[in-house]
């Protein structure tokens, strides 16, 4: 079992900056593949960005490349979620994923283990 546990929403202005984090415990953390998705009201989930295990391949939805940066600490068992440059269309609640028989998850399908979530709320 891997537990993960989200934080770092909040409520930000259009064109302002979040960090989110994720925490996971349980498993060998730098086992997994991680990947951040998001899921707004009415709507399905859909991928953001995904981090091999190693953190050196990054893969990035394009709605979102070039303002979000994925990253990830194996000694501290935590991957970020570095967002620039907010807009009013990322607002929806964000959930980190991991997955122990991929190189990448970009698949929501595919995650071993969810966080609860996390809300981002961008204003115009």
């Known amino acids: 079992q891997v537990q993960l546990v989200e934080s770092g929403g909040g409520l930000v202005q259009a064109g302002g900056s979040l960090r989110l984090s994720c925490a996971a415990s349980?498993?060998?953390?730098?086992?997994?593949?991680m990947g951040w998705f998001r899921q707004a009201p009415g709507k399905e989930r859909e991928f953001v960005a995904a981090i091999s295990w190693s953190g050196y391949i990054t893969y990035y939805a394009d709605s979102v490349k070039g303002r979000f940066t994925i990253s990830r600490d194996n000694a501290k068992n935590t991957v970020y979620l570095q967002m620039n440059s907010l807009r009013p269309e990322d607002t929806a609640t964000y959930y980190c994923a991991a997955s122990g028989g991929r190189k990448l998850l970009r698949d929501a399908s595919v995650a071993d283990y969810w966080g609860q979530g996390t809300q981002v709320t961008v204003s115009s």
């Open positions: 349980g498993r060998t953390f730098s086992n997994y593949a």
